[in-house]
């Protein structure tokens, strides 16, 4: 992902471990997947994580972690890491690193009203810190500080966004009133950095960039992951007035105009979810309203051919027919989702079976309907079901689906497997829900 980016590996960490922690020497370590861009993220053992800057720039990250981190557990309503080791250079590795306490938990695909909350609670309460002698926090500054960088990740994002409509929302946030005054923020609540547990928030991970800044500074999640009545949820539960609002969609736009040009090519997930939040903020600003769904559940013949008619325009490769749909319908939950009359879209959430022990969730919305929200509700649903089967949840995306591979990615998404059919050459893609990241 970076130029002076180190080389790690799972020996490293193990010769790292074994030379520095001999107390841990021998247990097993695995890489954790993750589209974190500054720290590598290892499993050791059961209950124990490794993290490792992948850069110079992360080296001083985890000096304040055994700093701040302490002191912070002590104040906030949920788990966040502890330290319990501090790695020095070695092994051919140049920098301090750390061994902190594993957390379980899972990434968040989504954001619902109770999530929203949960959120704001833990922003209200980071809010409320009142330790001196805090440090500043990144992006915590006045906005002109990243006009320069803004401008110019729009100039390279032309033909691929609606730069004019971008440029107007970060020049609506520049020409907001500026935060009073500063308080602590975290800085950096993407959805990797968010643990759930039953649906409720269970722990907050990275605290690189915290500090004293602006307080819009923690109103990004309105647009990485939350929507809708979500989204007004958050808004309402921590009194965000008019200027407070357009600083922090400023700032979530500000990071995914930077990252997307970035890592397009070279963390798929980061530009995935870059590419979501500027769909999500240009649609906020403009209040474009998003009809409302209709969803049946596939029970008749008419319904059979509509999914049909969905599932064989997107995945051209594998047509079905309708005895195809037929059985699937015995074995899987098919709805079929529409737009007034329009048909949009089509969904399957196929259970646990002898082939695999994972839930498989799978939303498809027609080219000319994709990127008006239709998607997202689709897929909630479909979690929704999936995670009351307790599984492990996975998806299926034809490689060809380039759309289709960045919401899934977007939303916690790994590639876990690839396969083609027999006589054809387009391969299709399975993705499960990653279990945690950095």
């Avoid at 841990?24 to 974190?36: H, Q, R």
């Avoid at 039953?198 to 602006?214: I, N, S, W, Y």
């Avoid at 997107?314 to 749909?325: A, F, G, Q, Y």
Wanted: net charge negative; aromatic share 8%.
């Amino acid at each position: 992902m970076h130029a002076d980016e180190a080389e790690i590996d799972e020996t490293l960490v193990l010769r790292l471990i074994a030379a520095q922690f001999p107390q841990w020497a021998g247990l097993p370590v695995s890489e954790i997947p993750s589209s974190g861009t500054v720290n590598a993220m290892y499993r050791l053992g059961d209950s124990l994580t490794v993290r490792l800057p992948r850069i110079a720039g992360g080296v001083a990250d985890i000096a304040a972690e055994w700093e701040w981190l302490p002191r912070l557990a002590d104040v906030l309503p949920v788990e966040i890491p502890a330290p319990v080791g501090r790695g020095e250079p070695g092994e051919g590795y140049p920098w301090i690193w750390s061994v902190q306490r594993w957390i379980p938990g899972a990434v968040p695909a989504a954001g619902d009203e109770v999530l929203a909350a949960d959120l704001a609670s833990f922003v209200q309460a980071f809010r409320r810190i009142d330790f001196a002698g805090g440090p500043a926090a990144h992006r915590g500054g006045p906005l002109t500080t990243q006009d320069a960088e803004t401008r110019d990740a729009l100039e390279k994002l032309a033909g691929w966004i609606d730069t004019d409509t971008a440029t107007a929302v970060w020049e609506s946030a520049l020409a907001a009133a500026p935060a009073s005054s500063e308080c602590w923020v975290h800085g950096d609540l993407m959805p990797s950095n968010l643990l759930v547990r039953d649906g409720r928030l269970a722990a907050v991970l990275d605290f690189a960039t915290a500090g004293m800044g602006d307080p819009a500074c923690d109103l990004i999640p309105a647009w990485n992951l939350l929507t809708g009545s979500a989204r007004a949820v958050f808004r309402e539960a921590l009194a965000v007035d008019e200027d407070a609002w357009n600083r922090g969609r400023g700032r979530a736009l500000s990071m995914a105009l930077i990252q997307l040009p970035y890592y397009r090519d070279t963390n798929k997930g980061i530009a995935a979810n870059a590419q979501y939040v500027i769909d999500e903020v240009l649609a906020d600003f403009g209040a474009v309203p998003r009809p409302k769904l209709r969803i049946e559940r596939v029970d008749s013949e008419a319904l059979m051919r509509d999914w049909q008619l969905v599932h064989n325009e997107i995945i051209p490769t594998d047509p079905l027919s309708l005895d195809d749909v037929r059985e699937r319908v015995g074995r899987n939950v098919l709805e079929v989702a529409y737009s007034g009359e329009d048909l949009v879209g089509c969904s399957t959430v196929r259970p646990p079976s002898a082939e695999t022990s994972a839930v498989t969730v799978i939303a498809r919305i027609l080219p000319a309907y994709r990127r008006q929200g239709f998607g997202e509700e689709l897929y909630r649903r479909g979690l929704a079901r999936a995670r009351a089967l307790g599984s492990a949840i996975e998806t299926i995306v034809l490689a060809s689906n380039v759309e289709g591979l960045a919401f899934a990615e977007s939303h916690g998404f790994v590639e876990f497997e690839r396969y083609v059919l027999p006589g054809d050459t387009i391969p299709f893609i399975t993705l499960r829900l990653a279990d945690q990241a950095s």
